[in-house]
Structure formats: structure tokens, C-alpha cells
């Protein structure tokens, strides 16, 4: 079994900025590519950032400049820094990995909870 927890988000007013985690637990021989989405009330669930294993990123226009992913591979965890805050970026922030649960076994997708970004302009 596997699973995603993700914590660090919160009200913000814009301009501010908030931390993302997502730690991945379980049995994991190797996670791939590891990544941010959100979703906003009435849209349909958009990338924010992706991270590969060996550290090549993957940003949203919306987000390039102002947000920055990491992971340390040690620790099966995955960031998400967020700067200059805007109205905009309110929403649902899923974390999402590609996890190895055994030598051989191909890669299979996880989805944390999700954790609520709300910023007040």
C-alpha cells in the first residue's frame, strides 16, 4: 500500500508565499517522475510542476518564475515553493507520483488528498 500526504497549504494573502509537501509512504522501490496539480472550483484539474527523478522540471506558464518543485529522493518527498501569490492560484493542490512498488513492476500513478491554497487579494 501506498499513499501520498501532502500539508503546507493555508490562506495567503497575494504577493505572500506558502510551502508545499507531499511525502509518499508504503512499500516503494523507486518513484519516476513526481508532480503538482491543482484544481480550481468549475475547472478541470491543471499541471502546475513536474520533477523527475534525476531533477529536470516541468513548469505551467501560469507558475514559471514564481514557483519553484525539489524533492529529496532520500526522503520520497516532494516541495513546492510558491512566491509572489496571486488571487489566480487559488485552489485544490493534489500532489501525484509515479511509484515503483516492486523491481520489474512498471510505474503505477498515486494521488494525495489534496490540500486547499486560498489567497486573498
Known amino acids: 500500500q501506498v499513499k501520498l500526504v501532502e500539508s503546507g497549504g493555508g490562506l495567503v494573502q497575494a504577493g505572500g508565499s506558502l510551502r508545499l509537501s507531499c511525502a509518499a509512504s508504503g512499500t516503494i522501490f523507486s518513484i519516476d517522475a513526481m508532480g503538482w496539480y491543482r484544481q480550481a472550483p468549475g475547472k478541470q484539474r491543471e499541471l502546475v510542476a513536474s520533477i523527475g527523478i534525476g531533477g529536470t522540471t516541468n513548469y505551467a506558464n501560469s507558475v514559471r518564475g514564481r514557483f519553484t518543485i525539489s524533492r529529496d529522493n532520500a526522503e520520497n518527498t516532494v516541495y513546492l515553493q510558491m512566491h509572489s501569490l496571486k488571487a489566480e492560484d487559488t485552489a485544490v493542490y493534489y500532489c501525484?507520483?509515479?511509484?515503483?512498488?516492486?523491481?520489474?513492476?512498471?510505474?503505477?500513478?498515486?494521488w494525495g488528498q489534496g490540500t486547499q491554497v486560498t489567497v486573498s487579494s
Open positions: 501525484n507520483a509515479a511509484i515503483v512498488r516492486w523491481l520489474l513492476d512498471p510505474p503505477l500513478d498515486y
